[in-house]
């Protein structure tokens, strides 16, 4: 790989993000088929009515363990840093591409670290309530307030992933090179410095060391 490229997703990195968004869009057109009448026709898809309703809750778990993947991989790039509150008062001008007078940020920038954990929390909620009401195996443990309660909360917590995940795609399409990474796992040196400018510092301070032999540049992380 050419040195004017940096390597941003690794393959097992890349294989676990579209895993978990296969599963994802399984569970989600599921569980809007359970969800109202209206959307019943989704049930076609998974083999009618009651194979939805089989096949949801575990399609539910699959998508929180591939997850944990990308959490075990990136939750340390997701903490927050002095320079995500201002780029966060200054998102008017990353809305209209004028990076040069927002602050730089690391691998991820404030809004890609927001839906970092709200997508865990979303996950965490989904997980747990889905256990209480996953009728098969462990509703019976619990009464019919904490059971309606739960269904409350995970249809909640379902329309706060389906809403993240629909501006996790609108961002990794408005900013050129995001999907890119994604598919190929390489970014150019420019965007790199252009949209992660601590990051691309980061991973390339070996080259400011004359003792450190040249390399392609892999770091992961």
Request: charged content about 15%; overall charge positive.
């Amino acid at each position: 790989m050419s040195n004017k490229t940096i390597l941003r997703y690794t393959a097992n990195q890349r294989t676990n993000h579209w895993l978990v968004a296969i599963v994802f869009f399984m569970a989600g057109l599921s569980g809007l088929a359970l969800f109202h009448p209206s959307m019943f026709w989704l049930t076609h898809l998974f083999g009618g009515g009651p194979w939805t309703r089989i096949l949801h809750p575990f399609m539910g778990v699959a998508m929180f363990v591939l997850f944990l993947g990308l959490v075990v991989n990136f939750w340390r790039a997701n903490f927050f840093i002095a320079n995500d509150r201002q780029w966060l008062r200054r998102i008017d001008r990353v809305m209209v591409n004028d990076e040069e007078a927002v602050p730089p940020v690391g691998k991820y920038n404030a809004g890609q670290k927001l839906l970092f954990w709200t997508l865990l929390l979303c996950m965490l909620a989904l997980l747990f309530t889905g256990l209480v009401i996953w009728r098969a195996w462990f509703s019976a443990f619990f009464g019919i307030t904490l059971i309606r309660w739960s269904m409350l909360l995970h249809a909640l917590a379902g329309f706060v992933l389906i809403l993240s995940i629909i501006i996790h795609i609108y961002a990794g399409l408005w900013i050129k090179g995001s999907v890119d990474a994604m598919l190929h796992g390489w970014v150019s040196r420019a965007w790199a410095k252009k949209h992660h400018a601590l990051w691309y510092r980061d991973i390339t301070r070996d080259e400011r060391n004359p003792d450190v032999p040249e390399r392609p540049i892999t770091k992961k992380g």
